[in-house]
């Protein structure tokens, strides 16, 4: 019998399947490229976002310096233009400072939707026509 993986079963923020957020770089709690998340993951590593100068800047400024390689996890370092799958309260924290980075609504997963509301995911989508 297979084993029920929700990976598998995982929905983005609009109720559809949820779909990668990059592979260059390489994202995701499970490094496999979409923002899927389990128990496991306390950061909450959900929302697919488009880095940013800015951005970059004000998480270096938290603790959280993503810019800077670091070839010994296997991390290349981010650049303005990446995806990455950012911790949902990260993005939360940057969103009530003025500084939250675009969002790929298509490849958030929908345990973001604890963090922010579907509008507020909107208001920052690059994917929305």
Do not use: I
């Given at each position: 019998?297979?084993?029920?993986?929700?990976?598998?079963?995982?929905?983005?923020?609009?109720?559809e399947?949820?779909?990668?957020?990059?592979?260059?770089?390489?994202?995701?709690?499970?490094?496999?490229?979409?923002?899927?998340?389990?128990?496991?993951?306390?950061?909450?590593?959900?929302?697919?976002?488009?880095?940013?100068?800015?951005?970059?800047?004000?998480?270096?400024?938290?603790?959280?310096?993503?810019?800077?390689?670091?070839?010994?996890?296997?991390?290349?370092?981010?650049?303005?233009?990446?995806?990455?799958?950012?911790?949902?309260?990260?993005?939360?924290?940057?969103?009530?400072?003025?500084?939250?980075?675009?969002?790929?609504?298509?490849?958030?997963?929908?345990?973001?939707?604890a963090?922010?509301?579907?509008?507020?995911?909107?208001?920052?989508?690059?994917?929305?026509?």
């Amino acid at each position: 019998m297979r084993r029920f993986d929700p990976r598998e079963h995982a929905r983005n923020v609009l109720g559809e399947p949820l779909a990668s957020c990059s592979e260059q770089p390489m994202t995701g709690f499970f490094r496999d490229g979409c923002c899927h998340t389990t128990p496991e993951d306390m950061g909450v590593h959900t929302v697919c976002s488009v880095m940013t100068a800015d951005f970059l800047a004000y998480s270096q400024s938290r603790g959280n310096d993503l810019s800077t390689p670091m070839p010994e996890f296997g991390f290349p370092g981010l650049q303005p233009g990446d995806r990455w799958c950012l911790c949902a309260p990260r993005w939360r924290e940057a969103l009530d400072a003025g500084m939250a980075p675009r969002v790929v609504l298509a490849a958030t997963h929908e345990g973001s939707l604890a963090f922010a509301s579907l509008a507020e995911y909107k208001a920052h989508a690059v994917d929305l026509s």
